[in-house]
C-alpha cells in the first residue's frame, strides 16, 4: 500500500474492491489496489496502471471518466490519437496535444480551450506558427511570439497585450525595432531602448518615462549625451553626466 492521502474510491465515489475487477481475470495484468488502479479516481494511480500495463491503454481510450482517457492518451500507440482530438474534455484534448504528429497537430489549432491552443503553440513547427498570431487568447500569441520566425513579426508590432509586444519588442529585426519606440507601453519602449543602435536612440531622449531615459543614457552615443545632462530625473542625469566625465557639473 502506498502512502497517498486518498482513499481507494472510482470516479463516482464508489469504494473499490480488486474481486469486482475484471483485470484480475488478467494473469499479465500488474495492479495494486490504493496504488496503481485502472478504476480509481486519482490520476497518479491511474497513471502508474497504464505504466505498468501500457498495452491496455488503447482499451480505455473511451471510458466515462476523462482522467483515465487522458492518462489512456499519455501511454497509448500514437496512431490512436487523432480519434480523441474532437474529446468533449479539454484536459484530454491537451494530453493529446502533447503527443499528435505534425500533420494532426494542425486539427487543434482553433481548439476551444486556451491550455490547449498554448500546448499546439508550444510545439508546431515554427513555419505554421503565423496561423496563430491572431489567436484570441494573449497566452497563445505570446508563445507564438516567442517561437515564429522574425519575418513574422511585423504582424504584431501592435498586438494589444503588452508582454505580447515585449516579446516582439525583443525579438524583431533592427529594419522595424525603430517603429516601436512610439509604443504606448514603458514597458515595451524599455525593450526598444536597450535593443536600437546608439545612433538611433535620440528618439528616445525626451520619453516620458524615466526608466527609458536611463536606458538612453546608458547607451546613446556620447555625442548625445548632453540631450539628458539636464534631464528632471536624477539617475538619468547622473548616468549622463558620469558617461560625459563631468559627474558633479552640469553640461551646457
Not at 508563445?143 to 498586438?159: F, G, K, N, S, T
Request: aromatic share 6%.
Amino acid at each position: 500500500m502506498d502512502t497517498e492521502p486518498f482513499a481507494a474510491t472510482d470516479w463516482q465515489g464508489q469504494a473499490l474492491a480488486c474481486a469486482d475487477c475484471a483485470q484480475m481475470g488478467r494473469s499479465s495484468t500488474r495492479c495494486e489496489l490504493a496504488k496503481a488502479c485502472v478504476h480509481d479516481r486519482y490520476a497518479r494511480r491511474i497513471d502508474r496502471f497504464f505504466a505498468w500495463n501500457p498495452a491496455l491503454a488503447k482499451e480505455f481510450l473511451a471510458h466515462p471518466y476523462f482522467e483515465v482517457r487522458a492518462v489512456a492518451a499519455k501511454h497509448v500507440e500514437v496512431f490512436y490519437l487523432p480519434r480523441m482530438i474532437d474529446d468533449p474534455d479539454a484536459t484530454v484534448r491537451w494530453s493529446v496535444a502533447q503527443r499528435l504528429p505534425q500533420r494532426q497537430l494542425l486539427m487543434l489549432r482553433q481548439d476551444p480551450d486556451r491550455e490547449v491552443r498554448i500546448q499546439v503553440a508550444r510545439r508546431l513547427h515554427v513555419e505554421q506558427l503565423h496561423q496563430m498570431m491572431g489567436d484570441g487568447d494573449y497566452g497563445v500569441r505570446l508563445i507564438v511570439a516567442q517561437r515564429i520566425e522574425p519575418q513574422w513579426l511585423v504582424r504584431m508590432l501592435h498586438d494589444e497585450d503588452r508582454e505580447v509586444r515585449r516579446v516582439v519588442a525583443a525579438r524583431v529585426g533592427s529594419a522595424l525595432l525603430g517603429a516601436m519606440a512610439k509604443d504606448e507601453d514603458a514597458a515595451v519602449r524599455i525593450v526598444v531602448a536597450q535593443r536600437l543602435a546608439p545612433a538611433q536612440l535620440v528618439a528616445l531622449c525626451h520619453d516620458p518615462d524615466w526608466r527609458v531615459r536611463y536606458h538612453v543614457a546608458e547607451r546613446i552615443d556620447a555625442a548625445h549625451l548632453g540631450l539628458l545632462a539636464d534631464d528632471e530625473d536624477d539617475a538619468v542625469r547622473t548616468m549622463a553626466l558620469q558617461r560625459s566625465g563631468l559627474a558633479g557639473t552640469t553640461m551646457t
